[in-house]
């Protein structure tokens, strides 16, 4: 029975009252709602969690590094995109672990960001990692300065916006 279309909650609620008359209408429609929206959650999670549980299962499958790492984050982002950040960064520092790249600088700052969590991300590996002459060097130094300004170092956070002035002379974000 599909309790998400149009109309099933008043349906719902009608057949409720008709079967019960001494109860409110009004408190039985919001029971009723609530009820529709939990069991939406639930089906939600569960299929989360079926997500985690399929890319896990490859990750324990995989023996190679970099393939784990890449279903890591490939998960990574699946659960940031379902709005679990809190997972989402762990999942991307599993996959940092496996293989540290640059690609993780970006998300792994969005994350902290996000999760209010910026001691978690390993600052120091992850500056090393970038490369000057990419082209996302100036944001990935960027998203760094401000990760380092969290933590409260504040001369790694000035190196960071020193080297996006030498990248991008007149960036705005380093002045």
């Known amino acids: 029975m599909n309790l998400s279309g ?3 909650i008043d349906l719902l ?27 939406a959650a639930s089906s ?5 969690y079926q997500v985690v549980n399929l890319h896990l299962a490859r990750v324990e499958a995989t023996e190679e590094a970099t393939e784990r ?3 890591l984050r490939e998960l990574s982002s699946t659960l940031e995109e379902r709005g679990d950040a809190d997972r989402a960064l762990v999942t991307r520092l599993a996959a940092f672990g496996e293989v540290p790249s640059a690609e993780d600088i970006q998300p792994l700052v969005r994350l902290a960001r996000v999760t209010e969590r ?10 090393a990692l970038v490369d000057l002459q990419s082209d996302a060097a100036a944001r990935q130094l960027e998203g760094l300065a401000v990760a380092w300004r969290e933590v409260g170092r504040a001369y790694q956070s000035a190196d960071c916006f020193e080297r996006v002035l030498l990248i991008e002379p007149r960036n705005d974000a380093a002045f």
């Open 69 to 71: 790492a890449k279903i």
């Open 44 to 48: 939600l999670d569960t299929e989360g």
């Open 118 to 127: 910026w001691d978690e991300i390993p600052l120091d590996r992850l500056t």
């Open 6 to 8: 149009p109309g099933s």
């Open 13 to 39: 609620a009608r057949a409720l009252s008709a079967e019960f008359p001494e109860l409110d209408r009004e408190r039985v429609r919001a029971a009723v709602q609530r009820a529709v929206a939990k069991a």
